[in-house]
Nanobody, 128 residues
């Protein structure tokens, strides 16, 4: 059983930075592909960033490129989402999702349906 838990959300001001954490309880963290998504009220879920297993490759959505980065610490079974220069339109519930795979460590996934395990989400609110 894989459990996924996000943390680090909160209320910030425009221009602030925030780092979210996603802890994954898995005996095979080296096989964890992880993606970050967000969903704002009344909007569809949006892909943000993903990291391949082992962190050999990452991909970032154009909408947040240059502001959001993903990193992982395999010793802590944790993946981070660093968000800089936050804007009011970044207000959303942020979720991380996990896909266990032993395929190429250069394979990344950017569709929600590719992922099997999801966290509960953490709210990020950016006030102006």
């Amino acid at each position: 059983q894989v459990q996924v838990a996000e943390s680090g959300g909160g209320l910030v001001t425009v221009g602030d930075s925030l780092t979210l954490s996603c802890v994954v309880s898995s005996r095979s963290f080296s096989n964890v592909n992880l993606g970050w998504f967000r969903q704002a009220p009344g909007k569809e879920r949006e892909f943000l960033v993903s990291t391949s297993r082992g962190g050999y490759k990452t991909t970032t959505a154009d909408s947040v490129k240059g502001r959001f980065t993903v990193s992982r610490d395999d010793n802590k079974n944790t993946v981070y989402l660093k968000m800089n220069n936050l804007k009011p339109e970044d207000t959303a519930v942020y979720s991380c999702a996990v896909k266990l795979t032993s395929t190429s460590p250069l394979r990344v996934y950017n569709r929600a349906e590719d992922y099997t395990y999801w966290g509960q989400g953490t709210q990020v609110t950016v006030s102006s």
